[in-house]
């Protein structure tokens, strides 16, 4: 079946850096279009980057010149490097298809980003 392992994040003071990877499994990984996402308390799961099987990228606002997004399809795996972090990018982060979003989610991975 279908599987998403996030792995990565962790507590990191404000300006700091972690690197997430999510190790995809049960899907032809390269033929997707692939994404992070991000749920803080309180709030709604929120799209923060995309990637295409063209590895074409988009960021959402909060994020762009801060985060990049890239893959590996020989390694079935996504990763997410995020620097500059700020307190308001804590919250719990996954991985799923971008345009096809598959009913699998993973535990996800928290970032809390605090000094």
């Excluded at 923060?48 to 020989?74: E, H, L, M, P």
Aim: net charge positive; aromatic share 10%; hydrophobic share 35%.
């Amino acid at each position: 079946q279908v599987q998403f392992v996030e792995s990565g994040g962790g507590l990191v003071q404000p300006g700091g850096s972690l690197r997430l990877s999510c190790a995809a499994s049960g899907i032809n990984f390269s033929i997707y279009a692939m994404a992070w996402y991000r749920q803080a308390p309180g709030k709604q799961r929120e799209l923060v980057a995309g990637i295409t099987t063209g590895r074409n990228t988009n960021y959402a606002d909060s994020v762009k010149g801060r985060f990049t997004i890239s893959r590996d399809n020989a390694k079935n795996t996504m990763y997410l490097q995020m620097n500059s972090l700020k307190p308001e990018d804590t919250a719990v982060y996954y991985c799923n298809g971008k345009r096809v979003i598959f009913d699998a989610w993973g535990q996800g991975t928290q970032v809390t980003v605090s000094s």
